[in-house]
């Protein structure tokens, strides 16, 4: 869930990083008295939760209060990345001598938090580590061991930067460490993080997403900043369908059956664990299926919560058939499922043998749950029988109706 | 309604005996047994599909006087 500039800037005052004086205006005559408070050069900035601002024309300078407020009235209309400018951030204008990246992230192949530094900041972190790879560090650290300043020192020094840049770098690095840690965040960014022409360090530009799991674990904080629960931060809002979903999920503490994204195909996926929608969403796509629907079932859901979600998806107009499809499960239940998946098809008056395309979770509970399958006439396979290729079969017989 | 999948069998004589019934409606992890009032044993129908097979009942209940039925066998 990612955080407005202005939101990311109010959780890293808390936490002592410099940053420059600013204020967030919902108006011209407000941006003209930020502007006039400050007392010094302003940059206005567009609130948007997507990249290109400059790009698109949705920052800029101004010098004076009143210029100010005609540059509010100029950028928050534009649309950057299909979005609506939120607020419009003014700041003090910094005189610049050198830019820093900052960021911490999760390495997914290391399965540890990386730290990631480079004194050519203010542009693409990804182009500078390829034109000038000796520029940026990449240092993994634990999330077990206690998390020591030294990381943040030997990830700067690495990239040639001594002496006192290095000692006013280092505790802000470490700040921004502990902040991704105990926020549970998956980015903390600040890009630009400038030297000034007088030698002092400020946040100009920065970032941070946080784990859509963790919000509830940190409410208070969400709620300080103003971040409301209805504030899904996704690229869109959300659909009838995925809000019913999520209703669902959210009726039942057993398990997951949740995680609903409406897609424009017509196969429904009643699908999960342990990357297991992600493989056979793709699975599906790969055999040229269309899906319905994206979800993730998991930890065991009720039968009711399975019967609930299973209608919910063969509600969606065009949906005659569901995929059910997991990878091997060792903490839910195959027969669970099973119940659920066909009581589902049949409280929405469907024949489960002729709705349910295939099938295919094996694991715990799974001779139970294939008993269950035969009588009610459903094809069903086991582990044999891959996830891709299961997907195929649900494919198949889509093409075949 | 009745379950689809699941089906319980309980003795009149269990099902009369306030005590058993008690324990019936303690040990069920997904509240197949409920008490009233008067002591006696009521099947919640809502919740018998979600019954997990583990038999806390059957080992609760003197012997043979609670039967899971797989109505899938």
Redesign the interface.
Known sequence: MRFYEYESKALFARHGLPLGHSGVADSAVHAREIAHQIGRPVVLKSQVLSGGRMKAGAVKFADTPDEAAQIYDEIFPIIVGGQKARSILVEEKSPIAQEYYVGVTWDGRRKLPVLIFSDMGGIDIEDAAEQHPDHVSKTHFSTILPVSPRIAKEAISATGVTGGALNKLTPIVSKLIDIFLEYDLTLAEINPLVRLEDGRFVVLDGHVDMEAEARDQHKKLLDELGIGPEETRQARPPTDFEIRGAEVDASDHRGVAGNVVEFDGDLGLIIGAGGGSLTLFDAVRSHGGKPANYCEIGGNPSVNKTCELTKLVLSKPGVEKIAVMMNVVSNTRVDIVARGVIKGCIEAGKDPSETIAIFRIPGAWEEEGFKILAKHKVDYCDRSVSMYDAAGRAVAKMKSA | MPG??IDVKVTDKAAKDSAVVAKLAEVCP?DIFEQEDSGALRIVEANL??C??CDLCISAAPSNSVEIV?L??
């Open positions: 689809l999948f997904v599909d979600e997990v097979l797989k899938y066998e």
